[in-house]
């Protein structure tokens, strides 16, 4: 199956899974999604992930989290920056989510990243998500 937005399925797919209140989500692997599901754990919205052989290519495994056990810890998940219009922001244009609550993931020179670490290395770039 050819996916034109893999970033859009993989939060797609977390989104649904959360609704749905699965205790984890399987998306393809690749060095963004990778990335993008580092951060989204360093910010505490998943519990872990896990890279693992599956057939000829590799997935990663989301455990996700929940508020005492019910409550999904992911309330909304956004793609900013599609494939048909990209979205870019200056260092100073760095857009928060509801007031510093969410978080928005940022695609810099120097690797993805949170919007308050590009703003902090003072980088600009491709936003790609909000998350809250």
Not at 7 to 32: C, F, G, K, Y
Not at 69 to 85: D, E, F, N, T
């Amino acid at each position: 199956m050819n996916i034109s937005d893999p970033i859009a399925d993989m939060l797609t797919r977390v989104r649904n899974a959360s609704r749905a209140r699965h205790t984890e989500v399987v998306v393809p692997a690749s060095r963004t999604k990778r990335e993008i599901a580092r951060i989204l754990k360093d910010e505490g919205f998943i519990a872990d992930v896990a890279e693992e052989q599956a057939g000829p290519g590799r997935v990663l495994k989301l455990q996700l989290r929940y508020v005492d056990g019910k409550v999904p810890v992911v309330s909304g998940l956004k793609r900013v920056s599609k494939p048909g219009l990209r979205v870019y922001a200056a260092k100073t244009d760095i857009p928060r989510v509801l007031g510093g609550l969410g978080i928005v993931i940022v695609s810099t020179s120097q690797g993805i990243m949170t919007g308050a670490q590009a703003r902090k290395a003072q980088l600009g770039g491709e936003v790609l998500a909000f998350v809250w």
